[in-house]
């Protein structure tokens, strides 16, 4: 997934992105955001970053679009305010010519009816997601005077963000969940990179396996160092320094999770994984190879 914006609305698809790998254990490039103007439409404090990660469209255009596969989505993120958008008209166009699938999400805070409106790119999907504003009151009940609060023009903006943010928060867990990081409303495929994490985990573990706490436990460490015998003496080392271990490691509790239920190797609940990465259909799998 690709959030591409021009406005400030970017810094939320930065936000949803960064997310997503300690939420999911989702690889690093799975869901990326950039912005027209990179770190200048940001304004960030430490100033130009792009040698530590590119948000830049140039850095879309020249690393992703030239790879994009059939299965990725781009998503135009705009607030419906005049913009600059003529660099994303020839982007869409050869996005489009690669047969990926594009969408436009425009986040609006007006009056105008729905069927006025003009959407600025011709995207495979259109969502217009307004808050209309006409029934609201212009004060609040009773103030005046020079400090009167227009209540339109301070609540629009945060509205409109909270609209952005959970639009964006429901596409990245859908994709997440068609790519089996989720099982039973749970993020299975998390990074066990702290304490709070790691014992996360071994309830993960317990509930997906029907196992026992110190089972869920052992499973961890096994899936953590990759072994199947002396793992017991692991058991009483710092949390710290398993999560140290495990920072990095990919589907850590995946793998925990068959070793726990099926009473797999670790080498053999990888392979499974291989095959097939959802956590639910690789135990059908395993259990019919079995």
């Not at 949390?239 to 793998?255: D, L, R, S």
Request: aromatic share 6%; charged share 20%.
């Amino acid at each position: 997934v690709f959030y591409l914006s021009c406005s400030s609305l970017a810094l939320l698809a930065l936000l949803d992105a960064s997310e997503c790998p300690p939420t999911f254990g989702a690889d690093y490039d799975d869901v990326r955001a950039f912005c027209s103007r990179g770190y200048t439409l940001l304004g960030n404090k430490e100033g130009d970053l792009t040698n530590f990660v590119d948000v830049s469209l140039e850095g879309f255009k020249t690393n992703f679009v030239p790879s994009l596969r059939k299965d990725d989505l781009v998503v135009f993120v705009l607030d419906g305010k005049p913009q600059e958008l003529s660099q994303f008209q020839a982007l869409l166009q050869t996005i489009k010519s690669m047969a990926v699938t594009t969408v436009c999400l425009q986040f609006t805070v007006s009056d105008i009816p729905l069927s006025q409106k003009v959407f600025p790119l011709e995207t495979d999907k259109t969502i217009c997601l307004e808050l209309c504003l006409s029934s609201w009151p212009h004060t609040l009940l009773g103030s005046s005077g020079p400090h009167c609060v227009d209540v339109r023009q301070s609540q629009s903006e945060c509205l409109s963000e909270m609209m952005c943010k959970w639009t964006l928060n429901a596409i990245s867990t859908g994709a997440h969940v068609l790519c089996g990081k989720v099982m039973g409303n749970a993020m299975i495929d998390v990074q066990v990179s702290n304490s709070k994490l790691f014992h996360r985990s071994i309830g993960i573990i317990q509930r997906f396996s029907g196992c026992s706490e110190e089972v869920g436990r052992h499973s961890l460490l096994r899936s953590i160092y990759e072994r199947d015998t002396d793992f017991l003496e692991l058991d009483g080392r710092p949390v710290a320094e398993h999560t140290n271990i495990a920072t990095g490691k990919q589907k850590v509790v995946p793998i925990a999770v068959l070793v726990a239920k099926l009473d797999m190797s670790v080498s053999e609940a990888s392979l499974t994984l291989q095959q097939e990465p959802a956590v639910r259909k690789a135990l059908s799998l395993a259990k019919k190879i079995g």
